[in-house]
């Protein structure tokens, strides 16, 4: 038996290993979700509403089939939360309908039509003077999403507790409470400076008062880049002189008087070109030593006041 045929049992082993460790890891998850599905109906059975949805709710995390999603659906209705049953009723709506189960689709998708006319829902406002980089908004410990912080959004009839965060701001925080077919809409003031990492605020402002070197070296950096810049057309001046010229006043036994006189012309340009360019970028070159190292003085301005950001009376409104 060589290597090849060697390897070759080996990532089959592999594979068969693999699978029956996933398909075994599969009937595990959906025996614990059976098992939760069954004490749910159990709970319900005996009157424990609250208990029987989170056992449904959990079933649902592990296997989130019809007959799950439909049960826990029915128990966050009866336990008041309609929010959640309308977001159950609207993934069995789903779920069913790729499934082809129609009667079950059709039971969802009126239960999200009744459910919709009485949904309370939450607007968190926050105008662009206060929205800090890095705030985020949590809402009974769940951090919201962009979306949820920019419209309306369905929200569980009852109290929930709103923080916003941000760096180096104090947290802010209120309750809600939020009513049957009502819209509660809450405005985030602007967070204060968070007390235990007090923002620096300067006592006087450092004006920098420029060297007369500074103002020297820009002027000769300007006027080494103008010279520069002409240097460079005169070569270009030159080189198209020169090159006309013997186009059309040369041949190969010589060129005529008018050529000759056109070629040191184009000699002429080009020296000059040599020259101003090269002196040009060293004026430049001088200009950008000074400004780079003339010194810098601080002068002293009045005492700058304090930011006057408001300071928050109170975690409600």
Not at 20 to 25: G, I, N, P, R, W
Not at 44 to 57: H, I, N, Q, V
Request: with cysteine; aromatic share 4%; proline share 5%.
């Amino acid at each position: 038996m060589n290597l090849r045929t060697l390897a070759s049992i080996a990532a089959l082993t592999t594979s068969v290993l693999g699978a029956s460790v996933a398909y075994a890891d599969d009937a595990s998850q959906a025996a614990l979700a059976e098992k939760l599905f069954r004490d749910g109906r159990t709970l319900l059975s005996e009157g424990k509403l609250r208990e029987a949805c989170e056992s449904f709710g959990e079933s649902k995390r592990l296997d989130a089939s019809p007959g799950t999603l439909l049960n826990l659906a029915k128990c966050l209705e009866e336990l008041g939360r309609t929010a959640s049953a309308w977001a159950a009723y609207r993934e069995l709506e789903t779920r069913a309908t790729r499934l082809g189960q129609d009667a079950r689709a059709s039971f969802a998708r009126q239960k999200v039509g009744e459910l919709e006319r009485r949904l309370a829902t939450l607007e968190i406002r926050i105008t662009p003077a206060h929205r800090i980089p890095g705030l985020t908004v949590e809402c009974d410990d769940a951090v919201l999403g962009a979306a949820a912080v920019s419209g309306r959004v369905p929200i569980d009839p009852g109290p929930h507790k709103l923080i916003v965060r941000a760096p180096g701001r104090e947290p802010w925080s209120t309750t809600v409470q939020a009513a049957a077919s009502a819209a509660t809409v809450i405005d985030v003031p602007l967070l204060a400076p968070d007390a235990a990492q007090p923002e620096v605020t300067p006592t006087t402002s450092a004006k920098a008062a420029s060297s007369p070197l500074r103002g020297i070296g820009i002027v000769l950096a300007v006027v080494g880049g103008v010279a520069t810049v002409t240097g460079l057309g005169f070569g270009v001046g030159a080189k198209i002189t020169d090159d006309g010229a013997r186009r059309d006043a040369c041949i190969d036994t010589g060129c005529t008087a008018d050529g000759l006189a056109r070629i040191h012309r184009a000699d002429d340009l080009a020296t000059v070109s040599t020259v101003v360019t090269i002196g040009g970028l060293s004026v430049a070159a001088v200009g950008v030593v000074l400004w780079l190292l003339a010194p810098v003085r601080a002068d002293s301005g009045p005492r700058a006041s304090s930011l006057g950001l408001p300071q928050l009376a109170g975690g409600t409104f």
